[in-house]
């Protein structure tokens, strides 16, 4: 199916229409829309770089890949008791650490899915009998947006701040006030998560105020970082000539799309093609991280080709931190092109946008940032996609 793309100049807010959105412009004008999105990306499982390795020549590969890490760990969490996680000293650590939590069970499997955010707030997305136990009546902000007829039957979407709430009847309680997700679910149930704390320095964060269960576990994990070296064919070669194999071949990708015409020629913008032309794009690049080999194998002294260096973090859980940390550290180089694309977890019941997610059906969203170094005019040309499944509710 093609999906209906339209954009904006200079950088204003896109209208998603379908699956797919683009946002074109200088970097100048992008760029809040890109930090919007990333700033949301709580949960995260992987993102990539592909930048030409010529743009790296005044440092060596292994140093620019060291210099785009960020985020070094995330955290595995067992047997936790889901009442634990109202504990006030862990809201006060969710705010001051930003700490993001996801359960780890998939959707399809348990039918419900829940996850902690920085802003000390608990988002879930419950079956109906979980829903009526629990007797919650506020949906996750954007629920009621979500195409109903596209919704499985009893889902809701719902938010709960985590910690003791502050209202008048709270603090006027005798004895110790306890939070509401405390007062609503019973003690003894358990849940396994995936976390990071995004500032919680090099030490680490030791989840304590979750711990109250015996078997309770929490265990750090090094996120996997993976660098490679490609060789692109250039826009105008067709990859359909088969070159003979000799001494010194290698396997180069299909040709790469202009990438000078999606983003610097405001002429093809209004044309019905443009939208063909960014899946096409989308269709290379999915091929490039799928380690897809849609080329020939070529003589290295019969074309001109492009070394890329392709740098993928995940799969694991990722944060905003990591994402604008690899966008300003590809910046810097100044490359005449660079990628930078990320994909939410599929089970994550918010999205990028902030609005409830419909993980029940399908779980994809994703964020690709193409920039490339403008011959005509004084800085960076962009093109943004962002793609989303059918329920997913924006919230600009």
Known sequence: ?????????????????????????????????FEQLAGKA?????????????????SSVGHFAA?????????????????????????????????CCLSCTRGLEADNVLA????????????????????????????RKLHKKLLRSGRRHL???????????????????????????????????????????PEGYSFEPLLSNPRSRVRQLQIPVKVEGLHVLPPCTTSSVHMGVAAGTFVATAPRPAFEQLTCNPDLWEQKAYGEACEEFLDWLGAIHLNLNTGQTLESGNQ???????????ESLIGPEQI?????????????????????????????????????????????????????????SCLLLEGANALHACSN
């Not at 960020?70 to 650590?93: H, R, V, W």
């Not at 709960?160 to 006030?177: F, Y």
């Not at 550290?329 to 100044?334: A, G, L, M, N, S």
């Open 1 to 33: 199916m093609r999906a209906s793309t339209h954009g904006t100049h200079n950088g204003k807010v896109p209208v998603p229409l379908g699956r797919l959105a683009a946002t074109r412009g200088l970097l100048t004008a992008v760029r809040p829309r």
């Open 42 to 58: 709580w949960f995260t499982r992987k993102l990539t770089v592909l930048i030409p390795e010529q743009a790296l020549s005044g």
């Open 67 to 99: 210099s785009l890490h960020k985020q070094y760990c995330s955290y595995e969490l067992t047997n936790i008791p889901i009442a634990a996680l109202g504990d006030q000293m862990f809201a006060n650590a969710v705010k001051d650490l930003h700490i």
């Open 116 to 143: 902690i955010v920085p802003t000390a707030e608990l988002v879930a997305s419950v079956n109906g009998p979980t829903f009526e136990h629990l007797g919650l009546e506020e949906p996750t902000p954007g629920a």
């Open 159 to 201: 938010r709960i701040g985590l910690g003791v709430s502050k209202t008048r009847a709270r603090r006027a309680a005798p004895g110790q006030a306890i939070s509401r997700w405390r007062s609503l679910v019973q003690p003894e149930e358990l849940c396994n998560l995936t976390a990071y704390a995004e500032r919680a320095g």
């Open 304 to 314: 001109v080709l492009e070394k890329v260096l392709k740098w993928t973090m995940g």
């Open 324 to 380: 604008m940390h690899a966008l300003d550290t590809c910046i810097k180089v100044h490359a005449s092109w660079f990628i930078l694309s990320f994909w939410g977890a599929e089970d994550a019941p918010i999205s990028h946008h902030g609005g409830a997610h419909g993980f029940d059906v399908t779980g994809a969203h994703h964020v690709h940032l193409l920039v490339v170094l403008s011959p005509s005019t004084i800085g960076c």
